[in-house]
């Protein structure tokens, strides 16, 4: 599994990255959920039938600016959300206990007043002093939320998703394995994926 940052100082050259490449400050990750397609697995009834209408386990990433996975949970069964499988996951608990070791708030450029160092996600995540959401529902086109929604910060990690489905043909189609395979077949892609982003930079 990709390793979490240990040092303030690795946070604090991710949330450089953001800032730079996608004018988002004190951005330490974008974080989402894939559905990855299976064959219906034998003997789980609905467990893993997703709200999509079809079976799937869940790949929860956290990544970087330039998509690489910092964080990735496999497995979990389709028909959770991405927010009930990131409560059951112990990056959570490291937030919520501020355990991450994440650089200190800081004042953002033109600014006053100090800021946290926060994670991205959808609607699907819950509103946190170290989770910023995406506003819920249909925005009013050209209101601040509609544009926050369009944030380029927080799709990096639906973009990663993309470069993972161009890269291995396995994501194209359901996978005719058991969610025990399927799972290692996903974590080895992710570490694919990451050698070869690496390699290219």
């Known amino acids: 599994m990709p390793e979490v940052p240990k040092y303030q100082e690795e946070w604090q050259q ?3 990255d953001f800032d730079q490449k996608w004018n988002y400050p004190h951005c330490c990750g974008s974080i989402d959920g894939k559905h990855i397609c299976l064959q219906a697995p034998i003997n789980t009834g609905s467990d893993y039938f997703n709200y999509k209408g079809f079976f799937s386990i869940v790949l929860l990433a956290i990544v970087d600016a330039n998509y690489c996975f910092t964080f990735v949970n496999i497995g979990c069964q389709g028909r959770l959300s991405d927010g009930g499988v990131f409560a059951n996951t112990t990056f959570k608990k490291l937030l919520e206990t501020s355990s991450l070791n994440l650089p200190s708030m800081k004042v953002l450029p033109g600014r006053i007043l100090t800021s946290p160092f926060v994670f991205l996600g959808d609607e699907a995540f819950a509103l946190q002093p170290h989770m910023i959401t995406s506003f819920p ?5 050209g209101s601040p939320a509609r544009i926050y929604n369009y944030s380029r910060a927080r799709r990096v990690v639906k973009n990663t998703f993309g470069i993972m489905s161009v890269i291995f ?4 189609k359901p996978m005719l394995l058991e969610p025990q395979k399927a799972e290692r077949v996903v974590l080895a892609s992710c ?6 982003i690496q390699r290219t930079r």
């Open 169 to 172: 043909r396995v994501f194209r």
């Open 14 to 16: 991710i949330a450089n």
């Open 137 to 141: 529902g249909t925005q009013q086109k």
């Open 191 to 196: 570490y694919h994926q990451e050698l070869l």
